[in-house]
Structures are given as C-alpha cells and as structure tokens.
C-alpha cells in the first residue's frame, strides 16, 4: 500500500521562505515521477513542480519558476519544495503526488496522494 505523507506547512509573512517536506512508502524501486500541487478553495487544482525519483530531472509549471524550487533527498521517495519571496498568492493547501508522468499538470496524471499541508501567508 502507497502512502504520501507531507509536512513543512505554516503561517508566514510575505517575504519569508518555507520547505515542504514529502515522504511516500510503499512506491516500486524503479524510478518514478512525484509532483507538487496546490489548491486554493474554489479552484483548480494546479501544478507547482515535479522530479523524477532516479533520474533526479525536474520539471516546473512556467508561472512556477523563479521562486520555488524541488528537490529529492538522500531516500528516493522523499522530495522537497523550497518556497522564497513567499507572496499572499502563495496560501493555498500543497499537495505531494507520486508516481505520475514528469511534465504532466493533469491532477489524473499522478496514482497517489497525501492529505496536504497548509500554507498561509500574510500580508
């Protein structure tokens, strides 16, 4: 069984910077791609970026670049999502995705996903 696990979510001020944390378990040895998201209510949920778990490449929505930046640790399964110069646009819920198709923004596009972790920021 496949379970993905977020945390690093928070309340911040405008300006300040924030690392999410994802975790999955359970996922096939063989490489694979995982992807953040975020949602805000009432609206779509939209891709931020995503990396492939061997090949270590990284794919970012083009409104995504500049700010945000993922990366995998030390374990394949576990990525990160670096947040700087967070704006009042950021708050929204981040979800981790996991085996999916790296470039592929379609929320279908990815198997499985953790219950996401809020970040908030204030003006």
């Known amino acids: 069984e496949v379970h993905v696990v977020e945390s690093g979510g928070g309340s911040v001020q405008a300006g300040g910077s924030l690392r999410l944390s994802c975790a999955a378990s359970?996922?096939?040895?063989?490489?694979?791609?995982m992807a953040w998201f975020r949602q805000t209510p009432g609206k779509a949920r939209e891709g931020v970026a995503a990396?492939?778990?061997?090949?270590?490449?990284?794919y970012y929505v083009d409104s995504m670049k500049g700010r945000f930046t993922i990366s995998r640790g030390n374990a394949r399964n576990t990525i990160y999502l670096q947040i700087d110069r967070l704006k009042p646009e950021d708050t929204a819920m981040y979800y981790c995705?996991?085996?999916?198709?790296?470039?592929?923004?379609?929320?279908?596009?990815?198997?499985?996903w953790g219950q996401g972790t809020q970040v908030t920021v204030s003006p």
């Open positions: 995705a996991a085996d999916g198709y790296c470039g592929k923004w379609e929320s279908t596009s990815y198997d499985y």
């Open positions: 359970g996922l096939p040895n063989s490489g694979y791609c």
């Open positions: 990396i492939h778990s061997s090949a270590g490449s990284t």
